[in-house]
């Protein structure tokens, strides 16, 4: 029990210490940095809710594949040091007070709510609960059209990403407009840039 | 542990990445701070799975797993055009989707 709330409150410092870190770190190359530190340390969170199946998800899933497009696009587009907040309008200015705001109502929410369970470990588990098994069963049983909607979703992601990110100079120039040569001209400046 | 304390963290992990995405200017950190967002949402689910013992929350944090992997393949294909294109990398100044 003891060891269990050592191991929750470490991982939810890391995963605090990770969020600000993307939050407040000027480089948006250590803010990815950063997010896999809350990554992992959420996967421990999931791991301690005897969620293993998503823990394992989590940390192949994101912290390894997503990241690393994450640091590939910062690689390309270019880490460039930006102030936090240069003169940012209302909206930038209001963020912080409005999570604040956000953030004690829904602690209100939570600790005055009438859930009863909510103030103990949760319901009696069955045996294999969170386990790939469970997780395939009810995938593939219960929520098959989620699953199904989930893999269309995805195709439809890697069209819209290669329409997004192809490279085809044809569909770049505007047929007719006066800045046709100089939109064809400008990939390829930036390309000598980078 | 109680699930109150793991539902609060989230709770706190969600208003941190609310305010990085209002006050962030760079499309990659908004991006980022919406993965925390619903990072957080995840938590919140599998904790809520736990309160009730049965499976149905971890199968929507999947779900909800698969959405933020779709979001970041179509966010950053979005940001490399923007990028080619030679336009300003600042969500203040990129405010209409035209090509």
Redesign the interface.
Known sequence: MLFEQIIFFAAALLAIGGALGVVLLQNPFYSVLSLVVHLIALAVLFLLLSAEFLAAAQVVVYAGAVMVLYIFVTAYVGGSDQPLRPEGGAVARLGPVFAAVLFVELTIAVVGSSLQVIDTRGAELEAGFGSPAAIGELLLGKFLIAFEAASYLLLVTAVGAIVLAGRRRGLEEVPGGPEEGTRAEAPRATEGAA | ?????????S????????????????P??V???L??ML?AG??AL??F?????T??G??F???V??????E???G??????V????LP?DV?KLSELR?
């Open positions: 542990m109680d699930v109150a304390w793991f539902v609060v963290l709770a706190f992990i969600f208003c941190i990445g609310a305010a990085g995405v209002m006050s962030r200017r760079s990659l950190v991006l980022l701070c993965e925390l990072n995840t938590l599998i904790a799975a736990r309160m009730h013992g499976g149905d971890q199968i944090a999947l779900i797993m698969v959405v933020a992997a779709c970041v393949v179509v950053l294909g979005l940001i490399v055009s990028y080619r294109r030679r990398i203040d090509g």
